[in-house]
Structure formats: structure tokens, C-alpha cells
């Protein structure tokens, strides 16, 4: 039987080659950088490649991430050409973003972060919180994750719109599509929550300049990645008072050093990129699946357009 490699900085390799030899027994389960006969090797299995740890091998047809994301399969300036790149699409773990997302976005809505200051001056102070249908949430990125996303806040009544590529029709969601409509956006999050891919296209795209386009006030929710926000430009904005609070899951650098003025910014809530982790068991069943597919010699699903990076 042909060979998968495995490769991941996060997760454990005995753990997956048991549930995936569960699965396809017999499976022939190889541990970068044990590579061995590089031409067994057909399906490569990976979270953050070192790189060139996928190159010289002349049988690689899929490349798999082990989470929703792909860039760090981009990442890779060595990645051979040839292999098609996949990745995990859960409604697990678009249930999983939508329930933070929606514990952000309700957190700022009813004022917790001030609440809390008040318990910790010992100050009993009641504010006028808006009904839902007044806060105007805006999502950038409505695939798989903006999608659940926005059903959920819809749910509840929030003014909801989103700002994708191609123009989207989603019941009680209002539609930006399109650089040239990103500012008509931005003018109408009174709450931005980010949901997008990280690719040349938008990385970096939560600048002074997008942030200066917000309402006054405004608060920033980032569950896409770290590589989205300029953090000296959020700082700034924070400090300024111009955005009011920002939730962050995902950092240019995980962990977060000690050392980022993010850890201890009053107006910064830190997570450590647990929003949507992967599920062992549904992820283990599409991945299974995608190795069947692939060893058969057939397209495996949730392929990723190699030209637009998702
Ligand atoms: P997806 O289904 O591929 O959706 C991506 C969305 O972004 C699409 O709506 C797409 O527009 C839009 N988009 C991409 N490039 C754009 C551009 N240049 N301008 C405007 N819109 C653009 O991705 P997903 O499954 O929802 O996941 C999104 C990201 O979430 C992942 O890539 C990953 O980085 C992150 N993530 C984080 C966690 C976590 O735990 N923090 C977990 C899973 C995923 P079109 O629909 O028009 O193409
Ligand atoms: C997590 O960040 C993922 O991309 O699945």
C-alpha cells in the first residue's frame, strides 16, 4: 500500500496514526522527517510545515491541512507544484467559531469589559445597552465560518452584513462583495469580526486605514489569523480610543511571546487560537476519506484553488 507522511507542530503523531489505522487498516503511517522510500509516499498530512519538507517526493498527489486553514501549506516557498492541497471542512467546527464569535460579539454588546471594571471598583453603575437589531455586526470572510457566524447573530437579532470576493445572497444578511465595497462595509460595523482566509490578497488588511474607516468606537474580533492585523496599527487605534475593544484568538506569533503589549492591553482580550480547533473524530473520517479517494486515484473533496491561496 502507498504511504502517508505525517507532519504537524501541534498535534500528536501517535494519536493520529491510531485514529487513522483505526480507519484504514494497515495504513503505512510515516513520520516527517522519517520519510523513508520517498516514492511510497503519496499523501502528506500536515499543521506548519518546515520548509522543503514536502519536496523530493516524485508520488505526492494531496496535500492535506489539519485544520480549516492553508497558508501555512503556502507558507512553504518550497512547495512542489504538482500536488493538489485540500483541507477539513467541519460544520463542527463552524458551529465551534460561531459560538465564539457570538461570545464576543454578545460580550462587547452588554458591556462586559466595562461591568467588570465597575465589580473590580466595587461601583454599581447601570448603562443603556441598544437592542440587537441596532448593533450593526459586519463579517469579513463569508465562507464556511461567516456563514455560521452570521446565522447565529442573525438569530438573535443583530444587524448583520459581510464582506466577501463574490456577492452573496444569505437570508437576512446584507452584501458586500469586492475591494470597491470594503469601505461602504466598514462605514456600517459597529462590531468587525474577522473570518478570513490569510492570503497576498488580505494579509494585513486590519491596517490604520481600514481601522480608521470603522465607526468611532468600534470593536475588532479576529478569529481568521494573526497575519490579518497590523498590531502596532491596532494598538494605535486602541490607545486613540477611535476602536473601544478588540478580541483576538490568532497572533503573528503563537504563542503569543510574553513580552506582546496585547497580554496585558485593558482594552485586549487574548485567546490562545482555541475557537475552532479540529475535531479528532469527524476530522479523522474526512481525512480517511480523502486517503481512500487519493490512493484510488480519485480527487479527494474540499480541494483548495491553488491561484487564490483558499
Ligand atoms: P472559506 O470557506 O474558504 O471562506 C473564505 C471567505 O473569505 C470567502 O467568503 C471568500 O470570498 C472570502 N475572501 C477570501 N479572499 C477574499 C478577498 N481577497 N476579498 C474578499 N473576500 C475574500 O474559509 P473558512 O472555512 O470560512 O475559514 C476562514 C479562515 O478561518 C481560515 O482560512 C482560517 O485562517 C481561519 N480559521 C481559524 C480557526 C481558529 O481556530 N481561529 C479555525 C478554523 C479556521 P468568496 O466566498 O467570495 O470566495
Ligand atoms: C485553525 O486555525 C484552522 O485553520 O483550522
Not at 474580533?221 to 478580541?247: K, M, P, T
Request: aromatic residues 8%; glycine residues 10%; charged residues 25%.
Amino acid at each position: 500500500m502507498p504511504a502517508i507522511l505525517f507532519r504537524s507542530e501541534n498535534d500528536s503523531p501517535e494519536e493520529w496514526a491510531e485514529r487513522l489505522e483505526e480507519r484504514i487498516p494497515g495504513l503505512d503511517f510515516r513520520i516527517w522527517p522519517e520519510v523513508g522510500d520517498p516514492d511510497d509516499i503519496q499523501f502528506a498530512l500536515v499543521w506548519k510545515l518546515p520548509s522543503g519538507a514536502l519536496s523530493g517526493l516524485p508520488n505526492l498527489r494531496t496535500i492535506c491541512s489539519l485544520g480549516q486553514g492553508v497558508d501555512h501549506i503556502f507558507a512553504d516557498p518550497d512547495l512542489p507544484e504538482g500536488p493538489r492541497v485540500m483541507r477539513i471542512v467541519d460544520p463542527w467546527m463552524g458551529r465551534a467559531m460561531a459560538e465564539w464569535v457570538l461570545l464576543n460579539v454578545l460580550r462587547f454588546h452588554r458591556l462586559l469589559p466595562e461591568y467588570e471594571a465597575l465589580q473590580a471598583a466595587h461601583e454599581w453603575k447601570p448603562m443603556a445597552c441598544p437592542e440587537t437589531s441596532k448593533r450593526r455586526v459586519g463579517i469579513l470572510g463569508m465562507g464556511e465560518l461567516g456563514n455560521e457566524a452570521a446565522e447565529s447573530l442573525i438569530s438573535l437579532g443583530f444587524d448583520v452584513s459581510g464582506w466577501s470576493r463574490t456577492e452573496k445572497s444569505i437570508f437576512g444578511v446584507t452584501s458586500y462583495f469586492g475591494a470597491d465595497q470594503l469601505d461602504g462595509f466598514l462605514a456600517r460595523a459597529d462590531i468587525l469580526v474577522c473570518l478570513l482566509p490569510l492570503t497576498d490578497e488580505t494579509k494585513d488588511i486590519i491596517d490604520a486605514d481600514l481601522l480608521g474607516k470603522l465607526p468611532k468606537g468600534a470593536q475588532v474580533i479576529n478569529g481568521g489569523r494573526g497575519g490579518h492585523v497590523v498590531d502596532e496599527d491596532l494598538i494605535a487605534a486602541l490607545d486613540s480610543g477611535h476602536i473601544a475593544g478588540a478580541a483576538l484568538d490568532v497572533f503573528r506569533i503563537e504563542p503569543l511571546p510574553p513580552e506582546h503589549v496585547f497580554w496585558g492591553h485593558p482594552k485586549v482580550l487574548v485567546w490562545p487560537h482555541v475557537s475552532a480547533p479540529t475535531n479528532a473524530d469527524s476530522g479523522a473520517d474526512q481525512i480517511a476519506d480523502a486517503i481512500h479517494k487519493t490512493f484510488a486515484g480519485e480527487a479527494p473533496d474540499n480541494l483548495v484553488d491553488r491561484a487564490r491561496q483558499y
